[in-house]
C-alpha cells in the first residue's frame, strides 16, 4: 500500500508558476510510477503527468512545455513545476501511483486527496 499527501496548490494569477509536491508513505516508492492528474466539476479525471521508475516522462498535450514532473526517490517525493499557468489550468489535482502501465490512467492504484490550484484571469 501507498499513502500519497499533496501540498502546494493555490491561487495564483494566469502566467505565474506553481510547484506541486506530493509524498509518498513506505519504503518502495521508487519501484512506482508516480502521475499528476486533474479533474474539473462534470468533467473526467486528467493525466497530465507522469514519470517512470527510471524518470521517463510523459506529458498531455494541454501542458506539454509547461509542466513538469520530476521525482526525488531519497524523499519519497514527486514534483510538478507548473509554469505559465492559465485559466483553464484551474483544477484540482491529484498525485498518483501505479505499478504497471504507467502512461494509462487505468494503470493507477493508489491516490491522493487532491489539492486545489486556481488560475485567475
Known amino acids: 500500500q501507498v499513502q500519497l499527501v499533496e501540498s502546494g496548490g493555490g491561487l495564483v494569477q494566469a502566467g505565474g508558476s506553481l510547484r506541486l509536491s506530493c509524498v509518498a508513505s513506505g519504503r518502495t516508492f521508487s519501484t512506482y510510477a508516480m502521475g499528476w492528474f486533474r479533474q474539473v466539476p462534470g468533467k473526467e479525471r486528467e493525466l497530465i503527468a507522469a514519470i517512470s521508475w527510471i524518470s521517463s516522462t510523459n506529458y498531455a498535450d494541454s501542458v506539454k512545455g509547461r509542466f513538469t514532473i520530476s521525482r526525488d526517490n531519497a524523499k519519497n517525493t514527486v514534483y510538478l513545476q507548473m509554469s505559465t499557468l492559465k485559466p483553464e489550468d484551474t483544477a484540482v489535482y491529484y498525485c498518483?501511483?501505479?505499478?504497471?502501465?504507467?502512461?494509462?490512467?487505468?494503470?493507477?492504484?493508489?491516490w491522493g486527496r487532491g489539492t486545489q490550484v486556481t488560475v485567475s484571469s
Open positions: 498518483a501511483a501505479a505499478s504497471v502501465r504507467w502512461t494509462s490512467p487505468d494503470g493507477y492504484n493508489y
